[in-house]
């Protein structure tokens, strides 16, 4: 069974780079899907970051491009966001997930996720 | 990007009841559209994929209609469990968005 975890500091200076791995259990990172990153600010719709494949191909939201790296490390079944340049907008809930590959023939789902953690941006 | 414009925003009904949300796209997106459940605390939950297509293991339940602009969620008998937010989610173009939600409780 696939399982998505999230871990990360839950507090950020603003003006900091916040980051956040995503442990994938139970799936080879390596095998065919896509891995995002999604979030959710406090009363907010949910907002695509961005998503990364195991040969480091990615896209990103063109609002947050300048400021986001999403990385892949296959060796420990993981993947990173890191968010630069941080400010109180950008105090949310943060989402891990797997979806089908962008461009593919299957639709860009997002057949699992994980639980979520609250990153808040405050001096 | 696209907007994805759900409505309602929340809803209220019995258990046993028919409940419809509706989710607009901004433009033309034909059937790429998905569903999720979210309870809080717990991670979101896929339920229908392609706008109608039940994800393997969701109860019948559920259903998605729609195509082009306008789509339809479909819980046919509210049951307790089924308290939660569901977001829709487009695919047809990058940036990938989502609904504004439609929290669901119980009267």
């Known amino acids: 069974q696939v399982q998505l975890q999230e871990s990360g500091p839950g507090l950020v200076k603003p003006s900091e780079t916040l980051s956040l791995t995503c442990d994938v259990s139970?799936?080879?990172?390596?095998?065919?899907?896509?891995w995002g990153w999604i979030r959710q600010p406090p009363g907010k719709e949910l907002q695509w970051i961005g998503s990364v494949y195991h040969s480091g191909s990615t896209y990103y939201n063109p609002s947050l491009k300048s400021r986001v790296t999403i990385s892949v490390d296959t060796s420990k079944n993981q993947f990173s966001l890191k968010l630069s340049s941080v400010t109180a907008a950008d105090t949310a809930v943060y989402y891990c997930?797997?979806?089908?590959?962008?461009?593919?023939?299957?639709?860009?789902?997002?057949?699992?996720w994980g639980q979520g953690t609250l990153v808040t941006v405050s001096s | 990007d696209i907007q994805m414009t759900q409505s309602p925003s929340s809803l209220s009904a019995s258990v046993g009841d028919r409940v419809s949300i509706t989710c607009q796209a901004s433009q033309d997106i034909s059937n790429f559209l998905n569903w999720y459940q979210h309870k809080p605390g717990k991670a979101p939950k896929l339920l229908i994929y392609d706008a109608s297509n039940l994800e393997t293991g969701v109860p019948s339940r559920f259903s998605g209609s729609g195509s082009g602009t306008d789509f339809t969620f479909t819980i046919s008998s509210l049951q307790p469990e089924d308290i939660a937010t569901y977001y829709c989610?487009?695919?047809?173009?990058?940036?990938?968005?989502f609904g504004g939600g439609t929290k669901v409780e119980i009267k």
């Open positions: 997930a797997r979806h089908f590959p962008i461009g593919g023939p299957t639709g860009v789902r997002f057949d699992t």
């Open positions: 989610q487009q695919y047809d173009n990058l940036p990938l968005t």
């Open positions: 139970g799936y080879s990172i390596t095998s065919g899907y896509y």
